[in-house]
Structure formats: C-alpha cells, structure tokens
C-alpha cells in the first residue's frame, strides 16, 4: 500500500516538474525564440535577469516547489531502478536511509537558496 | 515500487536495459530510465551549482564561469535534449498507466491484436514532438546564439 502511494505521488510529481521545468527551459533554453522572464539583459543567467526574476514571490515558490518534487521523483526513481536489481534487505534499508536524508538535506539547503536570492535582490 | 515476490532479477541490469524483441516501446522505457538517470545527476549539481545565487554577484559570476565553454553548451543541450524526451514521454507513460490510448478489451480471435497495436501512434506521436522540442532547442542554443 505505501509504495501505491509513493508511486501516485511520484507520478504527481511528475506532472508539477512538466509544468515549472518546462517553464524554467523554456526560459533558460528557448531564449531566443521565446524571449520571457529576461527583462535585464538578453543572457537568461545574467545577474540583471537573476536579480529580476529573484524579486518576484512566484519564481521563489516555484524554485521551492521545483526543487522538492524533482527530488522526491529523481530519487524515488532511482530507488526504484536500484531496487529492482535485487538488492538485499539491508542495502534497502541504508538506501532508503540515505536517500530520505540525503533528499531532505538537499531540499533545505536547494529551498534555504531560493529564499536567500529572494532576500537579496529585494534589497538591491 | 513493488517488492520482489521471490522471482529474481537474475539478468541484473541487462534485465532493463536490454529490449530485445518487446517493442519501440519498451526501449522507449530503456531511455526514459536512462534520461532519468542523467537528469538527476545533473539536477544534483545544478543545486550546489546556482545556489551561488544566494552569496550575491561575485559568486554568482564565479559559479556561471566554472560551467562555461563550449563543452558544457553542448553538455546543456544533451540535458535539454534528455528533457524533451523525458517529460512528453512521462505524459505517454501517464496516459497509458491511467487506461487512455490503449484500446477496449477485444475477444482473443486470430490474427491477434494486442493493446501495443493501439499504443503505437501514441508512441510515435510524442516521439515526434519531442523531436520538434530538441530541433527548437538545437536552433536556440547553437545557431541564434
């Protein structure tokens, strides 16, 4: 039962990384063609663009909500291409130890980073 | 991820890896592991990588410097590319794993037609569009800029 829902969830966390990682390509990526959300400069990663787009409460939300569901979908993915291989119970349990905690870590760090750019550039 | 029920994977990672005669689908699904697998490698850097953003502009500039250069266009690209494959075909795996696009049950009456008949055109489809999606990318990343 708990693996049915972990798997809805990666599935919904799918579709939540479809819509915000197809934003954020389209804006890093498509840059020429589409030319959206780079009101400083015409370099997507200039600082000016980085700045601009830091200030809004969106980006932030959506870099948070990015940065957690493409974790829970990576490394529940990758649990699930390690576990079909037939690991024993206890490489399952220091997987799931070590991916819980190692995906937690990078999600406070990942979401602390995206506040901190929001702090900052709304004092520049 | 349901656990082994005392079947093991005895061909380890050939077992997913290797298609052999199942179908365009099925190595559709190799790649959908193996883009997976590249994008969370990346996704992991990208993390530490623009987090420089947080430490103002001088660190933001160092950060961009150390991934710049012919060698990581072509790297964003692949990333890009792997992408484009991974997000239109996780919609196909959607559709399909919630019963669209895959036909009604028929009666077994020969010559066999199996759900992959219905599929295919799905397949083929998304295959289709993440082609246009990698060509717009290719445009953008190596002859507009």
Redesign the interface.
């Given at each position: 039962m708990r693996?049915q829902r972990?798997?809805t969830w990666h599935?919904l966390a799918?579709?939540v990384?479809?819509v915000f990682?197809?934003l954020h390509?389209a804006i890093m990526?498509?840059?020429?063609?589409l030319g959206i959300f780079n009101p400083g400069d015409p370099h997507p990663?200039a600082?000016a663009n980085?700045v601009a787009r830091?200030k809004t409460g969106f980006f932030t939300f959506s870099y948070i909500v990015l940065?957690g569901a493409?974790?829970f979908h990576?490394?529940y993915?990758?649990?699930?291409?390690l576990?079909?291989?037939?690991p024993g119970p206890g490489v399952k349990r220091a997987a799931n130890l070590v991916l819980t905690v190692g995906g937690l870590g990078?999600f406070v760090?990942?979401a602390?980073?995206?506040w901190?750019?929001g702090t900052?550039a709304r004092t520049l | 991820m349901l656990d082994n029920q005392g079947h093991p994977n005895r061909l380890g990672i050939w077992g997913w890896l290797g298609g052999g005669r199942w179908g365009f689908e099925r190595y559709l699904y190799t790649l959908h592991r193996l883009t997976g697998l590249g994008l969370l490698c990346y996704f992991l850097l990208h993390i530490f990588v623009t987090s420089a953003r947080a430490f103002g502009p001088e660190a933001w500039a160092a950060s961009m410097a150390r991934v710049s250069g012919p060698l990581f266009v072509v790297g964003e690209f692949l990333v890009f590319s792997a992408f484009a494959f991974h997000a239109v075909n996780g919609v196909r795996l959607v559709l399909v794993e919630l019963g669209w696009a895959i036909g009604k049950p028929i009666e077994p009456i020969y010559p066999y037609r199996t759900s992959v008949h219905e599929q295919r055109p799905l397949a083929l489809g998304v295959m289709v569009l993440a082609g246009l999606i990698v060509l717009a990318g290719g445009l953008d990343f190596f002859i507009l800029h």
């Open positions: 693996d972990l798997w599935v799918g579709l990384i479809l990682l197809g390509m990526h498509l840059d020429v063609l990663i600082w980085v830091a940065l493409a974790l990576g490394l993915g990758f649990r699930n291409i576990f079909e291989l037939g990078l760090f990942g602390w980073a995206a901190a750019a900052l | -």
